[in-house]
Nanobody, 126 residues
Framework: EVQLVESGGGSVQPGGSLRLSCAAS????????WTWYRQRAGKEREGVAV???????NYRDFTKGRFIISRDKDKNTLYLQMNNLAPEDTAMYYC????????????????????WGQGTQVTVSS
């Protein structure tokens, strides 16, 4: 059984950077899409960035070119490089993998049948 484990969160000052990792363990798998989500305090979980199985990517507008999603297929790991972080980026960040088809225009919607990690906390404050 595949498990997703996020790491790399922490506390940084505004303008700082973090790189989140999402390692898939248990078996090699190729999800249809692999997504980073976040959940800010008192808010609903929201998609941040996605990588499709053809290596195409998409981002939510609020990332404003600050975030980069990437994948190391050999390591079975998804990454999210976050630069120029702002206090409003403070959230629990999750990765999720969808093994089945998902319409591209719905990539940012959290799906209960996806495989989810436990999350990693990112705090941006001065």
């Amino acid at each position: 059984e595949v498990q997703l484990v996020e790491s790399g969160g922490g506390s940084v000052q505004p303008g700082g950077s973090l790189r989140l990792s999402c390692a898939a363990s248990g078996a090699t798998f190729t999800p249809y899409l692999w997504t980073w989500y976040r959940q800010r305090a008192g808010k609903e979980r929201e998609g941040v960035a996605v990588m499709f199985n053809d290596d195409s990517t998409n981002y939510r507008d609020f990332t404003k070119g600050r975030f980069i999603i990437s994948r190391d297929k050999d390591k079975n790991t998804l990454y999210l490089q976050m630069n120029n972080l702002a206090p409003e980026d403070t959230a629990m960040y999750y990765c999720a993998a969808d093994l089945g088809f998902v319409p591209a225009f719905q990539w940012w919607l959290p799906r209960s049948d996806a495989l989810w990690g436990q999350g990693t906390q990112v705090t941006v404050s001065s």
